[in-house]
Nanobody, 124 residues
Framework: QVQPVESGGGSVQAGGSLRLSCVVSGDTSRRNCIGWFRQAPGKEREGVAS????????YYADSVKGRFTISQDSAKNTVYLQMNNLKPEDTASYYC?????????????????WGQGTQVTVSS
């Protein structure tokens, strides 16, 4: 089994920063990629960023390019999402997911293992 656990959400004003963490425990052979997703009330879950565990290749949604950075610390089995210049439209529940994926890894259907989510609220 693989279990992602997120932390680091909170409330900030527009222009502020937050860093989310995702600790992924379990069988590493069951996943080659970690993705961050978000879901706002009444909206579909959308991919934010992904990182391949072996190559370190990263992919971003256009809406967060230049503001968010995904990174990993393999020794700690942890993936981070640094979010800068936050906007009110970034407000959502943020989820970490793990799976064996291909391509950009930004589609929720690609992932088998999901965390419980952490709330990010950005006020104007």
């Amino acid at each position: 089994q693989v279990q992602p656990v997120e932390s680091g959400g909170g409330s900030v004003q527009a222009g502020g920063s937050l860093r989310l963490s995702c600790v992924v425990s379990g069988d590493t052979s069951r996943r080659n990629c970690i993705g961050w997703f978000r879901q706002a009330p009444g909206k579909e879950r959308e991919g934010v960023a992904s990182i391949y565990s072996g190559t370190g290749n990263t992919y971003y949604a256009d809406s967060v390019k230049g503001r968010f950075t995904i990174s990993q610390d393999s020794a700690k089995n942890t993936v981070y999402l640094q979010m800068n210049n936050l906007k009110p439209e970034d407000t959502a529940s943020y989820y970490c997911a793990a799976g064996w994926v291909l391509g950009r890894g930004l589609r929720p259907s690609q992932y088998e293992y999901w965390g419980q989510g952490t709330q990010v609220t950005v006020s104007s």
